[in-house]
């Protein structure tokens, strides 16, 4: 059987294509993933009454959005490669942009978050459990066995 290149090319385009939508799917999963973590970590900082910051919870969401944009990009990109039409062109670069601002303020503000997870770590003294150990004995003249 001879094969055209239409055939190869469009058997191509249709692989990637699926390739294209099973990244989609798994970005789209990572959000629902991120989403349930961090609904299941409020649900347990509210049961704790510890509802003064949730900077914890939203660094768990911000870490899954992050991720799955990352592969929302990457989808479109490899869309685009098999189909390189200026219009396609064109809503690459205009969600590229978006994607990209996002992910940089997403990054930024995680960045800032962590730093004051790490200052608050740091200002919390450490418990009296170092200091607790016992000393070891010291050998007199009463416990001293003669020989």
Request: net charge neutral; glycine share 6%.
């Amino acid at each position: 059987m001879i094969t055209t290149p239409t055939s190869i090319e469009g058997t191509i385009i249709l692989a990637v294509g699926w390739v294209k939508l099973g990244i989609e799917i798994f970005g789209a999963t990572l959000v629902t993933f991120g989403v349930g973590m961090a609904i299941i970590h409020l649900i347990r900082t509210l049961v704790a009454r510890d509802s003064s910051d949730f900077t914890a919870t939203r660094l768990i969401l911000a870490r899954y959005l992050a991720l799955a944009l990352e592969f929302q990009l990457g989808a479109d990109i490899l869309g685009t490669a098999v189909s390189p039409d200026w219009d396609h062109i064109g809503k690459l670069a205009a969600v590229a942009v978006i994607r990209t601002g996002l992910n940089f303020f997403l990054f930024m503000e995680m960045k800032a978050e962590m730093a004051v997870e790490k200052e608050k770590a740091a200002s919390v003294p450490r418990s009296n459990e170092e200091n607790t150990s016992v000393a070891p004995r010291k050998d007199t003249e009463s416990n001293k066995q003669k020989p």
